[in-house]
């Protein structure tokens, strides 16, 4: 018997909460006006990125990602909570998840988001509205900005962000893009009454706390807590500048004193 026919049986992890993909998928979106269906085929698509990645890190030290594990797949379709319409697992598997496996292997040092599971299926499926896409694209870039360990439910961190970042963000950059190359749709959320419907979109709606006017380059507070009610956590974000102010005032007496 061979080493690969003694292997272990291989635990199979629990399915993720947060479903991480590159913010570079939302390039596709680059027309005149938000196209729902459009949308909706690329939410589609980050599950089979995220349903991709997990499988390669399901796969033991025996099993090649690329080849198909019946029993392993299997799982991991129903734990996604995924059923393949005609049956055909394997075919699913060689059409449609080794592509993003490629894909997968090829999105390191790109920017990330991790988005809840329920708001990603929720809008896949759903009847949403061209705003409500929008909506979605504003939380993912504000989430792709802060990074990974900002969301802890003991203290979240406050991150200044510029809007023109937000922005560019929401168009799939990596980097901020001046507006004027920004898709039509995205871009005009530069204007002052448009960004500010958007912004208490997402504080009322989304739960994103903002503190302070975005004023040029300046930007404003961000900070994004899953379960802390709003005004508890607008609190939090301005004792968190109080004290910042404070310790700014202290280095400057400590650096302009006499020595």
Same mark, same amino acid.
């Given at each position: ?8 049986? =291989?635990? &199979? ?26 949308? !909706? ?14 499988? =390669? ?8 990602? /690329? ?7 299997? !799982? ?6 995924? =059923? ?7 075919? &699913? ?5 080794? &592509? ?15 988005? +809840? ?9 759903? +009847? ?30 406050? /991150? ?15 980097? =901020? ?33 903002? +503190?302070? !006017? ?31 102010? /404070?310790?700014?005032?202290?280095? !400057? ?7």
């Amino acid at each position: 018997m061979s080493r690969r026919d003694k292997k272990p049986k =291989r635990p &199979y992890g629990k399915p993720p909460v947060y479903l991480n993909f590159p913010i570079s998928m939302f390039k596709r979106l680059d027309g005149e006006h938000l196209d729902v269906l459009q949308f !909706q085929t690329i939410v589609g698509d980050i599950i089979n990125y995220a349903m991709a990645a997990w499988y =390669r890190r399901e796969c033991d030290a025996w099993h090649d990602p /690329k080849e198909y594990d019946r029993a392993l797949f299997s !799982q991991v379709l129903g734990e996604m909570g995924i =059923r393949i319409s005609n049956g055909n697992e394997e075919g &699913y598997f060689r059409d449609v998840l080794l &592509y993003w496996m490629a894909q997968a292997t090829q999105s390191a040092g790109q920017a990330f988001c991790g988005m +809840d599971k329920g708001i990603v299926y929720r809008y896949r499926d759903d +009847d949403v509205s061209d705003y409500e896409c929008v909506q979605f694209l504003a939380y993912c870039a504000i989430r792709s900005i802060l990074g990974r360990g900002r969301f802890d439910d003991c203290f979240p961190v406050p /991150k200044r962000i510029t809007w023109e970042f937000i922005l560019s963000r929401m168009a799939g950059n990596n980097k =901020r893009v001046p507006v004027d190359k920004l898709p039509p749709f995205i871009a005009a959320y530069a204007i002052r009454r448009k960004r500010d419907k958007l912004r208490k979109s997402l504080i009322y709606k989304w739960h994103v706390q903002v +503190d302070g !006017q975005s004023r040029g380059r300046g930007g404003a507070y961000y900070m994004i807590h899953d379960s802390m009610p709003i005004a508890e956590a607008i609190e939090d974000l301005k004792n968190f500048k109080e004290i910042a102010r /404070k310790r700014r005032k202290k280095d !400057q007496a400590d650096t302009s004193g006499p020595p």
